[in-house]
């Protein structure tokens, strides 16, 4: 009977080892993970500003390019009808600079190599939306065609219809045109 307690208590501390260690281990992945900067850039690039002055979002963008390693892409006109952003005299952080240019639209930002940073207006994304197309393929006789290969016109974007003769398809073109195949 003695032996049955021990082997029972061995049991329950290894486990209740087992719990701690997992715990312990959890506990370290997510302190070193959450160590990530909420910066959009390096915390140590710094501009210089001469006078008071308005400035476009271009115009901010084009000083920090000239005063630090970051270079920017986007669309010409991007910032035409956005505020004019007010800057003092003195030195500022590239970074807090490039967020007030940047709060004044929706804008997306990428980070790609070599700190070149791409800057995108999301309401400009809407426009080149993908266009969501949906269905069921049947012949002229009205009997449902299951496995019907469906392509965009000049492209390699395709689907099949399913079992129910349904399909789904995310073209790149609104008005694209659909290439439906049977055999």
């Known amino acids: 009977m003695e032996l049955k307690c021990k082997h029972v208590l061995c049991f329950f501390r290894r486990k209740w080892l ?24 390096s915390q140590n690039a710094k501009g210089k500003i001469d006078i008071d002055q308005s400035l476009t979002g ?22 035409d009808g956005f ?17 007030r240019s940047l709060s004044s639209g929706k804008f997306s930002v990428k980070f790609t190599a ?19 197309v949906s269905g069921v393929i049947s012949d002229e006789s009205g009997m449902p065609l299951a496995g019907a290969s469906v392509i965009e016109k000049g492209t390699k974007n395709g689907t099949q219809s399913d079992f129910i003769c349904s399909f789904f398809l995310n073209m790149s073109r609104p008005n694209a045109t659909l290439i439906i195949s049977f055999i």
């Open 114 to 132: 070599n700190n070149t940073i791409l800057v995108r207006n999301n309401d400009s994304l809407k426009v080149g939306q993908q266009a969501e």
């Open 58 to 79: 271009e115009e901010i963008f084009k000083l920090i390019k000239e005063q630090t390693a970051y270079k920017f892409i986007y669309q010409d006109g991007l910032f």
């Open 83 to 99: 505020t004019k952003i007010e800057v003092k005299k003195g030195n500022i952080n590239a970074n807090q600079l490039s967020e």
């Open 18 to 41: 087992i719990i701690i260690m997992c715990t312990f281990i959890i506990l370290c992945c997510l302190t070193a993970f959450s160590f990530s900067p909420n910066n959009l850039l």
